[in-house]
Structure formats: C-alpha cells, structure tokens
C-alpha cells in the first residue's frame, strides 16, 4: 500500500497549531507551514514562507492542509482554498481518531472533524467544513461548505447549515430547523426557527439581527 504523500499546512496561528497536531496524531508527514509570519504552528513546525514557497512544487508531491481558522467570517478561507485548488492541490478530509463518525458519513475534501467531534449517520459535511472539538451532528443533518461548528454547538437531526454559515461555541439548533448560508449563530444560541442567509441570530431562543 503506497504511503500518503506530505502535507504542508496553509497558515500558522493556532487554528493551523490544532490541525498540524491532527495531522502528526494521524501519522502523516507535514513538511512545513506556509504563512507570511510566524504563530504558534511554527513553533513545532518549519516555517516555508509565503505563498510564494509553493511556486515550483508539484500538486502530485505534497497535499495540503488548511489552518486558516474562522470567527464568523469564511471568506479568507475560501480566497486561500480557490487559490490553490486552482493551481490543482488536494486537500483530504482530515477525522481525528478520537470522533465518532456513524456509516454513511460524507465528508468533503478538506473538511476537518476535531477531537471528540460525534457525527451520526446520513450526515453530509461540505467542502472545507469544520466541525471542532466536542461539536455533534446528529442523524441526516446537511452541513455545506466553509462552515465552522465551533467547539461544544449541538446540530439536531435533519438540519441543514448553509454554505459559510458560523454556529458559535455552545450553540444549539433544533430539529429540522434550516440555517442560510453566511448565517452567523452566536454563542450559546438556541436557534428553534429557520434563520435567513447573511442574518446573526443571539439568545435564548434566538433572536435575529440584520447584518
């Protein structure tokens, strides 16, 4: 069996810090991080440069990880994957030995399930998708590209989370209920009714605020 080629990290703050401990807990061989400064990732690992340290190496000799993180906002993420994907790099979905993932689980490339992450089954994550630490999806939930479920958000069966979309620390989002995309869920909200895209939605229940 050929082994998987090396990974280098895209970022170096403590978002690509946690990523650079899935990937070495996974096994894999990260060569480095590429980043315009030094974080906490580059304390443990070599910093490469900038993009520019990626002109010149082949897409078929390394992979990449992204540790660009996400506080309610998708968009330096997506700018940072469409670059290199464009230029043809893979990103593989990365699942922490310590989730739970139940059968018929698909996840997108690049999505990454943290430590103590529990996904049931039929659950559908997107393309670049977090699910951090301790976060559930339950049964047939649909979650799309570029969300963040911060650590300790509930997501019920059969909800469906919108591309971009942030469910902050904490939160919950009932049964059924459907998320916009670019939604912002704010910590700790308990989200009983469907929430249009683009809105910010606080408290308990939830109460919606325009953008």
């Known amino acids: 069996m050929t082994a998987p080629i090396p990974v280098i990290v895209l970022g170096a703050g403590g978002h690509a810090a946690v990523v650079l401990d899935l990937l070495r807990t996974l096994g894999r061989e990260v060569r480095g991080c590429v980043a315009p400064e030094d974080g906490p990732a580059s304390a443990s690992a070599p910093l490469l440069g900038g993009d520019a340290a990626l002109d010149g190496v082949s897409p078929d000799a390394v992979a990449l990880a992204l540790g660009v993180g996400s506080i309610g906002d998708s968009r330096v993420r997506r700018i940072v994957w469409e670059r290199f994907r464009m230029r043809g790099f893979s990103f593989p979905a990365l699942v922490h030995p310590a989730a739970a993932l139940g059968s018929g689980v698909m996840l997108g490339d690049g999505a990454v399930v943290m430590m103590r992450a529990a996904v049931q089954t039929g659950v559908r994550i997107g393309e670049a998708t977090i699910l951090n630490t301790a976060c559930s999806v ?54 009983i009714h469907d929430v249009p895209a683009g809105r910010l939605v606080q408290g308990v229940p939830a109460r919606e605020r325009r953008p």
């Open 138 to 191: 339950d049964h047939h939930a649909r979650i799309g590209a570029f969300v963040h479920v911060a650590p300790g958000a509930t997501i019920c069966g059969d909800v469906t989370i919108g591309d971009d979309a942030h469910v902050g620390p904490g939160a919950v989002v009932c049964q059924g209920v459907r998320v916009g995309a670019g939604a912002v869920l704010a910590a700790g909200a308990v989200v």
